[in-house]
């Protein structure tokens, strides 16, 4: 079992920029893709972002140019940098593990961008 713990989360105007964290209860080394994911109310969940652990990253083109994907090692966790915020980016955002052929998901994370 991996557990994904997810902070970072909250309320920011249009244009405006929020940190998402994600730090998993195992190493980050041994996990293969780490990503965030997010839904809408009454959509369904969608990708926004991915990193292997080889540092290899893919962004949906929604947020491409405006949102960065990272991990560090020494803190083991993985985060999203969120810029230039619109607020059709609110929505709840998920934390996403793929380890030993298992998917894991975090509990979620509001993020609410006010025009």
């Known amino acids: 079992q991996v557990q994904l713990v997810e902070s970072g989360g909250g309320w920011v105007q249009a244009g405006g920029s929020l940190r998402l964290s994600c730090a998993p209860s195992?190493?980050?080394?041994?996990?293969?893709?780490m990503g965030w994911y997010r839904q809408a109310p009454g959509k369904q969940r969608d990708l926004v972002a991915t990193?292997?652990?080889?540092?290899?990253?893919g962004y949906s083109d929604s947020v491409k140019g405006r949102f960065t994907i990272s991990r560090d090692h020494a803190k083991n966790t993985v985060y999203l940098q969120m810029n230039s915020l619109k607020p059709e980016d609110t929505a709840v955002y998920y934390c996403?593990?793929?380890?030993?052929?298992?998917?894991?998901w975090g509990q979620g994370t509001q993020v609410t961008v006010s025009s």
């Open positions: 990193i292997t652990n080889s540092n290899t990253t």
């Open positions: 996403n593990a793929r380890y030993r052929f298992r998917v894991y």
């Open positions: 195992e190493s980050i080394f041994t996990i293969g893709v």
